[in-house]
């Protein structure tokens, strides 16, 4: 049955060479009323492929950090609800019919939290931090917006939130070399943000940051229940807050300026 005017939903999604992901969101989305695709430069086939999708708009603006992007995708929505994917996320059938149902409803919040599971070396991770990782991303038009700094938006919600129990299915990184590389670009982003804050490292603090998040991921936050992977995500998150703090440390004696970074292929 179709949805009354005030229960109309447009998704709204940011890419950037997102072509071998982004076709698995775009099919979980087919009970959208528009999909609105804000392109930030992509070399690839992404455009194209968005282009083929039933009810999908693409509109372009260079890329220069997330809260922006995001920011202006959901200027671009005309629904009156707003669901905010990325491109390497899956809704699956329990949310869809979730949201749904809450849209239809008239339900008197004004954004909802979403839990999320990642996909990872084979697995579903469901401890390390990783899952339920709630992230607003269903909300009303002109209800929300996006805050924060160059990495870890967060949405800031004028009203009520609620919680919703059907999940995103999170298709991350494709392999560790992905992973490494949205590390190094994510690390650097956030190592700035600290710099411009006037924070100071050095490698002992590094040192330390390092054990202490592989402690945190792997014992506290159970990670060791999630077998290999799980192993891998801890080292991982170890390596991850050395470079940001050891980038810092950089930043701080001129061995590197803010805006130098190397660029690859993906969606930064």
């Not at 179709?2 to 698995?24: H, M, Q």
């Not at 979403?114 to 991303?137: A, E, Q, S």
Request: charged share 25%; net charge positive; glycine share 8%.
């Amino acid at each position: 049955m179709p949805r009354a005017g005030n229960s109309l939903l447009s998704v709204c999604i940011i890419a950037l060479n997102e072509e071998l992901r982004l076709p698995r969101c775009l099919e979980s989305l087919s009970f959208a009323d528009e999909i609105v695709v804000l392109d930030g430069g992509s070399v690839d086939g992404t455009i194209k492929l968005a282009k083929s999708y039933p009810r999908v708009r693409v509109e372009k603006r260079r890329f220069d950090d997330f809260v922006r992007q995001k920011n202006h995708v959901i200027s671009l929505a005309k629904y009156p609800w707003i669901l905010v994917v990325d491109a390497d996320e899956v809704v699956t059938p329990a949310l869809r019919d979730e949201i749904s149902q809450v849209i239809g409803n008239n339900i008197s919040a004004e954004g909802y939290r979403v839990p999320r599971m990642t996909f990872y070396l084979g697995k579903w991770i469901k401890h390390c931090g990783w899952f339920p990782d709630y992230n607003i991303r269903l909300f009303r038009r002109g209800r929300a917006r996006f805050e924060g700094g160059t990495v870890h938006e967060k949405v800031a919600v004028d009203g009520t939130i609620g919680t919703l129990k059907g999940h995103l299915q999170h298709y991350s990184y494709r392999t560790t070399s992905d992973h490494l590389i949205r590390m190094d670009q994510y690390s650097t982003l956030l190592a700035e943000d600290k710099f411009l804050k006037g924070k100071r490292s050095g490698p002992l603090l590094a040192g330390y940051k390092s054990l202490s998040k592989f402690l945190l991921i792997y014992f506290w936050k159970l990670g060791f229940l999630d077998g290999r992977p799980g192993f891998v995500i801890a080292v991982m998150g170890a390596y991850y807050n050395f470079l940001k703090y050891i980038k810092l440390w950089e930043l701080r004696r001129g061995l590197r300026k803010p805006g130098d970074r190397v660029r690859y292929p993906g969606n930064v």
